[in-house]
């Protein structure tokens, strides 16, 4: 289903994106999440005539849409993919081989869900309106929510709410969610609140400046269809590996389960130990260089004109060795 309406996609820290991410004439650049194709219109306009763009998405939509914006331009490639998967891809390998022989300059992974993806209710990732509990990203494969949920047990079910979501609630509301479907009651995205609502009431005026109960289990469940965080460590050291020395991966992560990952990931392959006792039993190997070890958090004005750019983190990272 495309989206009717014309999307505004802002790109989160594109700023600070492109003050980290250094482009060398004929640069290199993969970008895993390439979405609206935000980001990447702005790194083009920064690369040469000679720089080549791999844009990688796992959402039919978002590639049309990128190639719509981005109209013809030849630098441009887009390659339909998982990123968890990109690593041994025939078309990525042929490519890379092509015209990435020596790997890349600049790595660009933006996590999670687009705008687009949010802002069509045919998508069903959204409480705010009503669509079918779909919620995948590659609408051509796996399960949807309805779907998937309809494969979990109470437990399962609130393992998942309680991990991903960081839901205190978990019990009741997997309870909840699962009562709901055997009664023929969940279908859609309203549904799923309802059946959410019932266990932590939307109570709007007295919960003013507090998000909605259901985001936490919306995310949850989000995050288990897609598989968000299953192979992310992993993805992560495969696009280091991709990298040229000296160059730069830079990831946007928008919730703190995401961005521990990629902290812990980027830290351990700097060289830097953060298991149990003081030292590390053996020396780590360090293959990046952290830039701005603490990550970079969108600025006062960034978050006052783009509001979902709150929770966003860019962590960057050189390849050293
Ligand atoms: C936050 S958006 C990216 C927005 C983009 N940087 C822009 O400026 O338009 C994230 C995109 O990553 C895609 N995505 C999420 N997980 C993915 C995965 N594992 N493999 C490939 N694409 C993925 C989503 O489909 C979505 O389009």
């Known amino acids: 289903m495309m989206a009717t309406q014309p999307l505004v996609h802002v790109p989160v820290l594109l700023q600070e994106v492109l003050d980290n991410l250094v482009l060398p004439p004929a640069a290199r ?41 981005l109209g013809e331009d030849t630098r441009l490639e887009i390659l339909p993919c998982a990123y968890e998967e990109l690593w041994s891809d ?43 509990l779909d919620m995948r990203m590659d609408t051509s494969s796996g399960l949807t929510a309805l779907e998937w949920i309809g494969s979990q047990t ?3 079910l609130a393992n998942a709410i309680y991990q991903y979501g960081e839901e205190r609630a978990s019990r009741p509301i997997a309870r909840a969610i699962l009562k709901a479907l ?4 969940l ?3 309203h549904d799923l609140a309802q059946a959410i609502y019932t266990v932590i009431p939307r109570e709007p005026a007295k919960r003013k400046g507090h998000s909605d109960p259901a985001t936490r289990s919306f995310q949850a469940i989000r995050i288990a269809v897609n598989g968000e965080l299953d192979r992310l460590a992993l993805s992560l050291e495969a696009a280091v ?3 040229r020395m000296g160059g730069r991966l830079a990831v946007i992560s928008f919730h703190s389960l995401e961005d521990r990952i990629v902290k812990q990931t980027l830290r351990r392959l700097a060289g830097i130990y953060d298991g149990p006792g003081r030292t590390a039993p053996m020396e ?15 600025s006062e004005a960034e978050c006052s004109v783009n509001p979902p750019s709150r929770s966003a983190r860019l962590r960057v990272a050189e390849r050293i060795a």
């Open 241 to 243: 590996s991709q990298l």
């Open 29 to 69: 650049v993969l970008d895993l999440t390439l979405g609206l194709g935000g980001h990447a219109e702005a790194l083009l306009a920064r690369c040469d005539a000679k720089a080549r763009y791999l844009g990688v998405d796992r959402d039919p939509e978002a590639r049309y849409l990128a190639r719509r914006r």
């Open 187 to 189: 279908a859609t995205t």
């Open 284 to 298: 780590l190997p360090k293959i990046l260089k952290l830039i701005h070890a603490g990550g970079i958090a969108p």
């Open 154 to 156: 109470d437990e399962t």
């Open 182 to 185: 055997q009664e023929g009651r």
């Open 90 to 132: 025939p078309g990525f390998l042929a490519w890379k081989a092509a015209e990435a022989p020596d790997g890349f300059d600049a790595i660009l992974a933006d996590l999670g869900v687009s705008t687009l993806q949010l802002r069509t209710p045919e998508r069903g990732f959204s409480f705010r309106d009503e669509g079918p």
